[in-house]
C-alpha cells in the first residue's frame, strides 16, 4: 500500500495516472467493503470522471502535488450532490445542495473523492457501532471495532481501501480510531480547519482532520485543508505554514512531557510496554523526557459529557422532519410530527445525549451542571497551558486498550465514554493532537499520542515523522487486504 506522498511522485513521473489509480482503489472498494462496511456512499461514476479531469490538468502542466490523488470524505461533510447523512436514518434520504469547505478545498487541489465513509451517528461514539448502516469492522480483526467516530475513515485507510481520508475530532473520534486501526491521525488545532458545511454535534468542540497512512501524508493534506473560513465564525485568521517544509528538521532537544495521569492503574500493561518502547525511541532521536502533571484530567470526561451533549441538544434541534430529512408518516399534528419524526429517525446515542444535554441547559441546572462544566474546562486549559512552559510536546498512549470486540460495551456506555480518558482534554483545551502507530499489543496495533501547544502542527509532525523514519509500524498491513 503506498502513501499520498508516493502516489504523488508515481503521478508526476507519469508511472500511473489518475483514471488508473482511481479504478484501483474503486476496485478494492468493491472487494473488501462488504466484509468491512466503511463506507455508506461510493461516488464512482463522479470519481472517474474527475480522474480523467486530473489526467488533462497533468497533460497540460497544470497540475498540483495532489492532483489525481484519491481520497474519501467521512461523512459529516456536506459534499454537492452526492447523499451526506451523518450516519442516521434522519438524514438518509438528505442530498446535499452545498460543498463543505473542506471539500471544496480538495476539489480545488484536484483531489478525487472516492465515497462517503460511516460513522457513529452524529459522531456520538468510540466504536462506529452507532451507525444507522450498522458496524464498521476492524480490519486487524473481524470481531473487533474500529473506533469512532470516525471508524468507517480509519478502516478504509488500514485496508487501503483510499490512500487517506478526512475525520471529525469531538473527543477523540480521529485518534482513537487511527489508534485502534493501526494508521496516522491528525486533529488541527481547533479553528485552524473551516467547520463549514460540516455537521455540527458540539460546536466549541468538533474539529475536522485527517486520517492517513504517514505523517509526511498528513502534512501534504492539511497543506490543502487549513486555512481561515470567513463563512466559519469559529475559524481562525492565522497564516498557514507549509507543514512538509521542516518535516525533516531534527528534533534533538525536544523536550517531552509524560503526564503521570496518563500511564496510570487504567491503563492495559501491554499497551503501556508498547507505548515505554515508543518513549525510548525518541530519547535515541535526543529528545528529553520529564514527568509532567495535568491534575484535572480525570474530570475531563465528566466535564465533556455536560458540554457535548448540551451543545449537540441545541445542535440537533434544527432536524424536525420539516424542511430536510426523515419524516414520520401522517401525522396527526404539528407536535405529533415533531415527536415521531426525531423518535424515529435518531438512535438510542443521539437520544440519550440530547436527553442529557436538554437536562443539564435547563432552568434550575444550568448553573449546576453546564456553568459548572464550562469552569473545568478553565482548568483543564490551565493545565496544559503549565506543561508547556516546561515542555514542547506532551506525550503517551492513545487510548488505554487495544481494539474491544464488537457488542463488548454497548450495554455499559460508561465503559464506551472511559475509551476516550487520554484524547478528550485535548478537545476541551482546542489542542492539536496526533495519534501514530507504535507497535501491537495481543496482536493489535496500539496508538502513541502526540500534544502540541496551540497552532504547533508543523512540531508535532516533524516529532511524528522523525519517528516513522526509524521505525516502520506506519507501514504495517492487516492480513487478507
Same mark, same amino acid.
Given at each position: ?29 468493491k472487494k473488501f467493503d ?14 472517474? *470522471? ?100 470516525? /471508524? %468507517? ?55 475536522? %482532520? ?16 487549513? /486555512? ?40 492495559d500493561a501491554d499497551v ?8 525510548? *525511541? ?42 430536510? %430529512? ?17 423518535? *424515529? ?18 432552568? $434550575? ?30 506525550l503517551g498512549p492513545t ?47 496500539? $496508538? ?9 502542527? *508543523? ?23
Open positions: 500500500m503506498k502513501t499520498v506522498a508516493e502516489l504523488s511522485r508515481d503521478l508526476a513521473s507519469k508511472k500511473i495516472s489518475s483514471v488508473e489509480l482511481t479504478k484501483h482503489y474503486l476496485d478494492r472498494i462488504k466484509t468491512l462496511n466503511a463506507f455508506i456512499t461510493v461516488t464512482e461514476d463522479q470519481a472517474l *470522471e474527475n480522474a480523467k479531469k486530473a489526467d488533462e490538468k497533468r497533460a497540460k502542466s497544470a497540475a498540483g502535488p495532489l492532483t489525481g490523488i484519491p481520497l474519501a470524505q467521512k461523512d459529516i461533510f456536506c459534499t454537492l450532490g452526492v447523499k451526506t447523512t451523518c450516519g442516521s436514518k434522519i438524514l438518509d434520504n438528505f442530498i446535499s445542495p452545498y460543498d463543505a469547505t473542506t471539500v471544496q478545498k480538495f476539489n480545488d487541489a484536484g483531489l478525487v473523492l472516492l465515497g462517503k465513509t460511516n460513522m457513529d451517528e452524529f459522531a456520538m461514539g468510540s466504536s462506529n457501532e452507532n451507525s444507522f448502516y450498522g458496524p464498521v469492522k476492524n480490519p486487524w480483526d473481524l470481531e473487533r471495532v474500529p473506533g469512532g467516530s470516525s /471508524g %468507517g475513515s480509519a478502516a478504509t485507510v488500514a485496508a487501503g481501501l483510499a490512500p487517506a481520508a478526512t475525520g471529525t475530532d469531538t473527543g477523540g473520534s480521529i485518534r482513537q480510531p487511527a489508534a485502534l486501526c493501526g494508521i496516522t491521525g491528525l486533529k488541527p488545532t481547533y479553528g485552524r480547519v473551516s467547520r463549514y458545511g460540516m455537521i455540527a454535534f458540539a460546536s466549541s468542540l468538533d474539529q475536522g %482532520g485527517l486520517m492517513t497512512r504517514s505523517a509526511e501524508d498528513a502534512a501534504l493534506l492539511l497543506n490543502v485543508m487549513a /486555512g481561515f473560513d470567513e463563512k466559519d465564525s469559529t475559524s481562525v485568521d492565522k497564516p498557514v505554514p507549509d507543514y512538509t517544509k521542516k518535516l525533516n528538521n531534527s528534533i534533538k532537544g525536544l523536550r517531552i512531557g509524560l503526564p503521570s495521569e496518563f500511564f496510570n492503574q487504567g491503563l503501556a510496554k508498547v507505548v515505554q518502547a515508543a518513549i525510548k *525511541e525518541y530519547e535515541k532521536l535526543g529528545a528529553s523526557v520529564h514527568e509532567i502533571h495535568l491534575p484535572n484530567t480525570k474530570l475531563s470526561i465528566p466535564a465533556y459529557y455536560v458540554i457535548a451533549p448540551a451543545e449537540c441538544s441545541s445542535n440537533l434541534a434544527r432536524f424536525d422532519g420539516v424542511r430536510y %430529512g426523515y419524516r414520520c408518516k401522517n401525522p396527526q399534528d404539528l407536535e405529533d410530527l415533531y415527536k415521531r419524526s426525531r423518535s *424515529e429517525g435518531f438512535g438510542a446515542e443521539v437520544k440519550r445525549r440530547i436527553m442529557i444535554g436538554t437536562y443539564a441547559l435547563s432552568a $434550575g441546572y444550568y448553573d449546576a451542571y453546564y456553568l459548572q462544566a464550562q469552569k473545568v474546562r478553565g482548568l483543564i486549559r490551565q493545565d496544559f497551558s503549565k506543561a508547556f512552559e516546561k515542555v514542547d510536546v506532551i487510548s488505554p486498550t487495544t481494539a474491544f470486540k464488537i457488542g463488548e460495551k454497548t450495554a455499559d456506555p460508561i465503559s464506551m465514554y472511559l475509551s476516550d480518558i487520554y484524547t478528550i482534554a485535548v478537545n476541551l483545551a482546542g489542542l492539536p493532537g496526533m495519534s501514530i502507530p507504535c507497535g501491537f499489543a495481543k496482536n493489535l496495533p496500539v $496508538g502513541l499520542q502526540l500534544i502540541g501547544n496551540l497552532f504547533s502542527e *508543523e512540531q508535532l509532525l516533524t516529532a511524528a515523522h522523525n519517528y516513522q523514519k526509524v521505525t516502520d509500524w506506519h507501514t504495517k498491513q492487516p492480513e487478507g487486504f
